[in-house]
């Protein structure tokens, strides 16, 4: 435990700071086991998982109760741990169970609370969401990481979206307002393949977006302030046909959140 600690602890400091990034992904893969579920690495007590599959409009969930643990949920086709480098993998393809509000399928972890209830934060306070991963494959764009609205009013938007395209281009979406569009800000290159890190910040009306240690400031419109939040990680595909054997496929080798 004391190890998977100062590794965590490891990553927080090196992704603020953007120096020795090498050596924490060396880390995590050398403290990923690829012999357990996706819990048995990472804490999914704090997650509940919605996959591509289930009754139209209505997708399968996983509890945090069913993610946790070495034993843990797993599922072979969307959901799992790759045997050879223990990162938790997550595959959405294009035709897939979506949402009512979407039309793109996902396999994705939603933020959760301690007691199994679903997160729901206000915007003062310091909240903190960072990801080392790399992205197998994708067709044309998948998002990896939200800051979703929650409860407040009637929109069910993410504040903030942060897209990973096939030519390698990441872009944060910035929700303008709550019933508005998003603006895009292109915020490097990262080949398909190779890994990166992310850090999504919120602190009252300021947010950050860090890429490899480069970051970037924006400010939260008055207009979000009644709404609480929560946070999303994996994969949230942005195309859909009717394949089932494309999609976007990505891997997680350290996954955290923090609230102060």
Partial sequence: MRKRTLLVAALSTVVAGGLG????????????????????NFNLSAWSLQLPIGSPGSPETISPARLKGANGYTNPAY??????????????????V?????????SELREMNANGSAADWALAGN???????????????VAVGQVK?????????????????ANGDIYLGQQRSPTDGQTLHKLGNVPLGQRWT??????????????????????????FNPYKQYFKAGSYNQSSSDSTTNG?????????????
Avoid: C
Wanted: net charge positive; charged share 15%.
């Fill in 127 to 141: 909240h903190t969401l960072s990801a080392d991963l790399r992205i197998v494959s994708v067709t044309k764009n």
């Fill in 21 to 40: 990034l090498l050596g924490v992904q060396n880390a995590h893969a050398a403290a990923l086991n690829p012999d357990v579920a996706p819990g048995g």
């Fill in 198 to 223: 992310y850090v999504i910040n919120v602190s009252g009306n300021k947010a950050s977006l860090t890429i490899n240690g480069a970051r970037t400031n924006y400010t939260i419109p008055a207009s």
């Fill in 98 to 106: 979506t949402t009512p509000n979407s039309n793109y399928a996902r």
């Fill in 79 to 96: 959901f799992w741990t790759d045997k050879n480098d223990g990162s938790m993998t997550f595959w959405a393809p294009e035709k897939g």
């Fill in 149 to 165: 609205l929650g409860t407040g009013g009637t929109s069910t938007k993410p504040l903030l979206e942060l897209y990973y395209r």
């Fill in 248 to 260: 976007a496929k990505v891997k997680f080798y350290g996954l955290t959140i923090q609230h102060n």
